[in-house]
Nanobody, 115 residues
Framework: QVQLVESGGGLVQPGGSLTLSCAAS????????MAWYRQPPTKQHEWVAT???????GYGNSVKGRFTISRDNGENMLYLKMNSLKPEDTAVYYC?????????WGQGTQVTVSS
């Protein structure tokens, strides 16, 4: 049974940094395209970043240059390093795992950017 468990969220001041983690289990982690999505209050899900099994990355325009996605296939871990955080980054952040036939989501972790 695939499980994705996010951690590392919290309250941070504008301009601060935070690193999110996602622990994956029940899957051959290295075969999955991993991604982060977020859902701001009262808004729909928004794509944040993706990392393919081969290590290729992509970022949403609103986070490009500030966020960095990475993965550790040996530890079955996905990370999102977030720098220069803004109030508009406030959201629930979700870790996802995807192949051509499967799509899994974690429960999410709350990130609040506020002074």
């Amino acid at each position: 049974q695939v499980q994705l468990v996010e951690s590392g969220g919290g309250l941070v001041q504008p301009g601060g940094s935070l690193t999110l983690s996602c622990a994956a289990s029940g899957m051959i982690f290295s075969l999955y395209t991993m991604a982060w999505y977020r859902q701001p209050p009262t808004k729909q899900h928004e794509w944040v970043a993706t990392m393919t099994p081969g290590g290729n990355t992509g970022y949403g325009n609103s986070v490009k240059g500030r966020f960095t996605i990475s993965r550790d296939n040996g530890e079955n871990m996905l990370y999102l390093k977030m720098n220069s955080l803004k109030p508009e980054d406030t959201a629930v952040y979700y870790c996802t795992a995807r192949t051509t036939t499967e799509d899994y989501w974690g429960q999410g972790t709350q990130v609040t950017v506020s002074s």
